[in-house]
C-alpha cells in the first residue's frame, strides 16, 4: 500500500516563504505554612542581650578627640599619665582632669571648633598622629614618664567569633539550604539514584477506557492486559502469562499516554509514570541507578504497571551513530531496562507499557519476545472515531444547536485526539470571548483556520497586492475545480492569516490510507495555479508561490523515490532502508550519481507537465479566472457554493460538507 503524501500547508501568496477541557482537579486543602524557627529568634534576643549589657556595664568611659596640638603640650606639661598606640590612632589619660578646648585659641583648637563644642573636662582622650609629624615623640614620652603600651585594631569578641567561624557556618548553612530544597523537590544528595517516576493510585482521579475514543483497535489489544491485572488465576491455571512489555508506536498526540493510564486506571493498580529522559544524568550510573529502583517500588506495588514514555531517547539502537565507546550513561541506562525486564516473573503482576513516535529506531534487544513482545500501534483515528474523540472532549461544552459533531469530523481528516481536544478548547474560547451562552459551528470553523493558519492579521493591503492575491488563490481554485481526480474546493480566502495572505481549503470526499497518481498529479497541479495564474494575468513572477513548489517538490520527489511512479526509474524505491544515526552529510545515497541525474529529471518532469497543464486550463477558462478573482476582492472569502456561482462550474455531487483542512 502506498504512503500518503505529507498533509499539504497554506499557500503564501505575495507574501515569501511560506476535549473537552478537563475537568477542574478538587481543591485540595492548603499545606500548613512552616513556622519560624525558634533557634533563630532565641539566636536574635542572645546578640541584644549581650549588647545591651555590654553598653550598659562595661563600657569604659568614652574618649573623646582632641588636637594632637594639644596633645603634644599636654605631654610637655607631664599631663599624660598613660597612652595606648594602634597605628596612628592614640588613647591615653591625663594624670589630671583638663578643660577641652582651652580657653585661648593657642591652645591648638580653633575658632569653629570652640563654637561647635562647648568645653568640657576631660580624663580620656584619643588623637591621630599626622603623617608628617617630626620624630622625637618617642623620646619625649620616655623622659616625662608616660607608659606607653601597643595594642591591635579592637574588635568585639562577637566580630572575631564571626571571622573566625564565619565561612565554616556559611558553608554548613548553604550545605543545609540545598539538601532541604533537593528534599523537597523529592531528591536529596543521598538520592540521585532514586527513581523519580510519578506513581498514580486509586486515590488520584482515575482514566479508564470511557475517557479513551477513536483507537478501538488498540484498546482491544490491551482488554487481556487490564483482564490479566484483575484475574490472573484466570490466565496461570492454564499456564499462561501475560506480556511483561507492550509497545505503544504511533504518531505524536493518537493518545498513547492517555491510553496507558486507562489501562491503570481500569484495573485498579498503582501506575508509575516517567519520561525516559529522566533516566539520563551527567554522571555515569544514575540512570541505571534510577532503573533498578523504579523495578524494585514497582514489585513492591504489585500488581502494577510501569510507564516509559518516549522510549526511544533511551532505547536507540546501541553502537549506532558516532557513539564513542560502550559506556555512556544512555547505553548503562539501556542495558539496566534489559536486565530488569529480563530478571523479573511475569507471574508477579508488573507490566511494562512504553510509548514512542519511532519503533524504527528503537534496539532490538527490546524488541526480542521476553521484553517488549507485544506491539500496539496506535493509529490516527478514521471519521467515526474523531466524532467519538469529539463527543468525549465536549461532554462538559455547551454546544449550539448549528453544532454537528459528525460534520466537524468529516471536516478534519488527519486530526489527532490531542489536535481535536485542541479544537475544542480553541472554539469554546472564542465563544467565550464573545460573551456568548454556547458554542457555535462558526467558533468552530473559526478556531481550524486559527490552529492551521495562525490568528487574523489586521495589515492594510495596497488595492494591487490584494488583487494579485485574488488572482492567485482563484487560479488554485479553478484549476482545482478543472482538473479530474482533485479534492474539492470548499473555501477561498484572501485574509491575511499567519505568513499567508491568502489561501485555498480543500477537503477530500473521505480519509484516504493511499493516494492515485492522477491524484497525485491532480494535488501538483493544482498548487501551481497560483503561479500560473499570476504569470498568466501580470506576465511576471513573484515570491508568493515559494511554499507552493515547495510542496510539488517534496511530492514529486516521493513519487519518483518512494512510490515508483516513473516509466524511467520503473519500481524501485530508492530511499535508505534504515536510519542508522548518521546526519544527513555522512549518509550515504542508495543509489548512483547517474541515477541521481534521473531522478532529477524525473522529478522536473512530472512538475513540467503539471505546470503546462496549469497553464492551458487557466488560458482556456479565462473569463471565469477573472470572475472568481472579482468575487473575491468583494467578499474577501467564498464557500463552495459561492465559488461554483462565480466559475459558472456545477457542484460535483460527491462534494463533502465546508472544510476546514487541507489548505493549499
Known amino acids: 500500500m502506498n504512503s500518503p503524501p505529507p498533509p499539504r500547508a497554506p499557500s503564501r501568496a505575495t507574501d515569501g516563504p511560506a476535549g473537552r477541557p478537563s475537568p477542574a482537579p478538587e481543591q485540595t486543602p492548603e499545606p500548613p505554612r512552616r513556622q519560624p524557627r525558634l533557634w533563630w529568634l532565641g539566636v536574635a534576643l542572645f546578640m541584644i542581650a549581650n549588647y545591651v549589657v555590654t ?41 589630671q582632669p583638663v578643660r577641652y578646648p582651652p580657653a585661648s585659641a593657642g591652645s591648638g583648637a580653633s575658632t569653629g571648633d570652640q563654637a561647635a563644642a562647648p568645653p568640657q573636662t576631660l580624663s580620656r582622650f584619643a588623637t591621630r598622629r599626622p603623617a608628617f609629624a617630626e620624630p622625637g615623640l618617642e623620646a619625649l614620652l620616655e623622659a616625662k614618664g608616660v607608659v606607653v603600651e601597643a595594642a591591635s585594631e579592637r574588635r568585639s569578641s562577637l566580630f572575631e567569633v564571626l571571622v573566625s567561624f564565619g565561612p565554616t557556618l556559611l558553608l554548613i548553612a548553604a550545605f543545609v539550604w540545598i539538601s532541604r ?16 517516576a510519578k506513581r498514580y493510585s486509586e486515590a488520584a482521579p482515575a482514566v479508564t477506557f470511557d475517557d479513551v475514543a477513536g483507537i478501538d483497535e488498540a484498546e482491544n489489544e490491551l482488554i487481556e492486559v487490564v483482564d490479566f491485572l484483575k484475574n490472573p488465576l484466570k490466565y496461570e491455571r492454564l499456564g499462561g502469562t501475560v506480556p511483561k512489555g507492550v509497545l505503544l508506536v504511533g504518531p505524536p498526540g493518537t493518545g498513547k499516554t492517555l491510553l496507558a493510564r486507562a489501562v491503570a486506571g481500569q484495573a485498579g493498580v498503582p501506575f508509575f509514570s516517567l519520561s525516559a529522559s529522566e533516566f539520563i544524568e551527567m554522571i555515569v550510573g544514575v540512570g541505571a541507578s534510577r532503573v533498578r529502583d523504579l523495578f524494585r517500588e514497582a514489585r513492591e506495588a504489585a500488581p502494577s504497571i510501569i510507564f516509559i514514555d518516549e522510549l526511544d531517547a533511551i532505547g536507540r539502537m546501541r553502537g549506532s551513530g558516532a557513539q564513542l565507546g560502550g559506556h ?67 461532554r462538559h461544552v455547551p454546544l449550539a444547536d448549528d453544532v454537528s459533531l459528525e460534520r466537524i469530523a468529516a471536516e478534519t481528516p488527519g486530526l489527532v485526539g490531542a489536535e481535536l481536544r485542541n479544537l475544542v478548547n480553541e472554539a469554546a474560547l472564542l465563544a467565550a470571548r464573545k460573551d456568548a451562552t454556547a458554542v457555535r ?34 487560479g488554485h481554485a479553478l484549476v482545482a475545480l478543472l482538473v479530474p481526480g482533485s479534492d474539492p474546493v470548499h473555501r477561498v480566502s484572501i485574509v491575511p492569516r499567519g505568513m499567508a495572505l491568502g489561501v485555498t481549503w480543500q477537503m477530500p470526499v473521505d480519509d484516504r490510507t493511499s493516494y492515485a497518481e492522477d491524484a497525485l498529479r491532480a494535488r501538483i497541479t ?5 503561479r500560473a495564474a499570476e504569470k498568466l494575468v501580470y506576465g511576471v513572477l513573484t515570491t508568493g508561490a515559494e511554499n507552493d513548489l515547495q510542496q510539488v517538490t517534496e511530492i514529486a520527489r516521493r513519487m519518483v523515490l518512494r512510490w515508483g511512479m516513473s516509466s524511467a ?29 534521473l531522478i532529477d529529471s524525473e522529478v522536473r518532469r512530472i512538475v513540467d507537465d503539471s505546470h503546462r497543464q496549469a497553464d492551458e486550463l487557466l488560458a ?16 474577501e472569502s467564498l464557500n463552495e457554493r459561492e465559488i461554483h456561482a462565480a466559475t459558472g462550474i456545477p457542484e460535483r455531487q460527491e462534494a463533502a460538507p465546508e472544510a476546514a483542512r487541507g489548505a493549499v
Open 328 to 394: 555512556d550513561e544512555r547505553e548503562q541506562t539501556l542495558n539496566q531496562i534489559l536486565t530488569e525486564m529480563d530478571g523479573f516473573d511475569a507471574r508477579v503482576g508488573v507490566i511494562v507499557l512504553a510509548a514512542t513516535n519511532r519503533a524504527d529506531v528503537l534496539d532490538q534487544a527490546l524488541l526480542r519476545p521476553g521484553r517488549f513482545d507485544r506491539r500496539v500501534v496506535v493509529q490516527r483515528p478514521d471519521r467515526a472515531g474523531r466524532a467519538a474523540i469529539l463527543k468525549v472532549h465536549t
Open 441 to 474: 459551528a462558526e467558533d468552530f470553523a473559526e478556531a481550524m483556520e486559527k490552529i492551521t493558519l495562525g490568528p487574523t492579521r489586521n495589515i492594510l493591503l495596497k488595492q494591487a497586492d490584494r488583487e494579485r492575491t485574488a488572482y492567485h488563490e482563484a
Open 569 to 597: 526509474l520503473g519500481p524501485i524505491s530508492f530511499v535508505a532502508p534504515q536510519d542508522d544515526g548518521l546526519p544527513p552529510a555522512f549518509q550515504q545515497q542508495p543509489y548512483s550519481e547517474a541515477t541521481a541525474e
Open 620 to 635: 482556456a477558462n479565462r473569463p471565469r479566472l477573472d470572475a472568481l478573482a472579482k468575487a473575491l476582492l468583494d467578499a
Open 181 to 196: 530544597r533537593a528534599a523537597s523537590a523529592g531528591g536529596g544528595l543521598f538520592s540521585l539514584g532514586r527513581s523519580r
Open 526 to 530: 493544482g498548487t501551481l495555479g497560483g
Open 55 to 95: 553598653q550598659l556595664f562595661f563600657q569604659e568611659e568614652p574618649a573623646v578627640t582632641v588636637s594632637y596640638t594639644f596633645f603634644k603640650q599636654q605631654v610637655t606639661a607631664g599631663n599624660v599619665a598613660s597612652l595606648v598606640s594602634m597605628g596612628e590612632a592614640i588613647e591615653g589619660e591625663f594624670r
